[in-house]
């Protein structure tokens, strides 16, 4: 019985995956132990840092192998699609002429999805109703309950 390359690769990828979620779930659990020390001092800088380091280096790994997981998993979708079914799967161009997709979703949403930057459909009124932020100043829609720039509560 022989074994589709693809599967071979897929499986590879995600026991790989598997294996760098647990190293950087440790990982991340001695940086936070690390941080706990470091804020007592009874951990140097150096250490804390390499700690840190080891951490982010981890998840950096960890969101690369994730992305080729998902690239894998989206040739089979469109190898399995191609075998199985004689239509095409429609492209960008295509879901746009015929309002499927996100144009769709945009304009129920109430959103003139047609001009570069979107505007809403309802009452204009509403729309210009705005306040500063109480920390950067930074002018964001009235109803808001965090700055879109600082993020700081409002």
Do not use: W
């Amino acid at each position: 019985m022989s074994v589709d390359p693809k599967d071979d690769r897929m499986r590879a990828v995600a026991e790989k995956l598997k294996q760098l979620t647990d190293d950087t779930q440790e990982q991340y659990e001695a940086f936070v132990d690390a941080s706990q020390h470091y804020k007592k001092g009874n951990v140097n800088q150096k250490d804390f840092l390499a700690k840190l380091a080891d951490y982010l280096i981890g998840m950096t790994s960890l969101n690369f192998i994730a992305i080729q997981v998902l690239f894998e998993v989206n040739s089979s979708i469109q190898t399995n699609l191609s075998k199985k079914s004689p239509i095409p799967v429609p492209s960008k161009t295509d879901r746009d002429t015929e309002k499927v997709g996100l144009v769709d979703v945009r304009e129920r949403a109430g959103v003139v999805a047609n001009t570069p930057q979107m505007t809403p459909l309802s009452n204009p009124a509403k729309s210009t109703r705005v306040k500063n932020c109480i920390v950067c100043g930074s002018t964001i829609p009235s109803p808001a309950k965090f700055c879109n720039k600082c993020g700081n509560s409002q």
